[in-house]
């Protein structure tokens, strides 16, 4: 089970940082990642991140401005989101796999088999 929280309403240029823990060691989960949807549009990859080893992977629009990482020892990922933009805005979900994903595979959602029940991020502009 995966808890995502974090979210909130945040100005045009501002950070925020997202954290999902799981309810089972994260190291049986070797991807995990977030995807984000908003009003009106399909769900999309933001970023993934392996356990070992540690990779990570991030959509173009996010690169450069979100970091991903996770913290085997409280089985929690987060994402930092820094430079806020109005396009942001959506919710946020936590996902993850137990088992290996192909690299050409990453940034599908049906690829994942847990999911958070999702946070809501709100830029302003």
């Known amino acids: 089970q995966l808890q995502a929280s974090g979210g909130g309403l945040v100005q045009t240029g501002g950070c925020l940082r997202l954290s999902c823990a799981a309810s089972e060691r994260t190291s049986t989960l070797y991807h995990m990642g977030w995807f984000r949807q908003a009003p009106g549009k399909e769900r999309e990859f933001v970023s993934g991140i392996t356990s070992s080893p540690r990779l990570t992977y991030y959509a173009d629009s996010v690169r450069g401005r979100f970091t991903i990482s996770r913290d085997s020892a409280t089985n929690t990922v987060y994402l930092q989101m820094s430079s806020l933009k109005p396009e942001d805005t959506a919710v946020y979900y936590c996902?993850?796999?137990?088992?290996?994903?192909?690299?050409?595979?990453?940034?599908?959602?049906?690829?994942?088999?847990?999911w958070g029940q999702g946070t809501q991020v709100t830029v302003s502009s």
């Open positions: 996902t993850a796999r137990k088992g290996r994903i192909i690299t050409s595979y990453i940034k599908r959602a049906d690829a994942y088999d847990h």
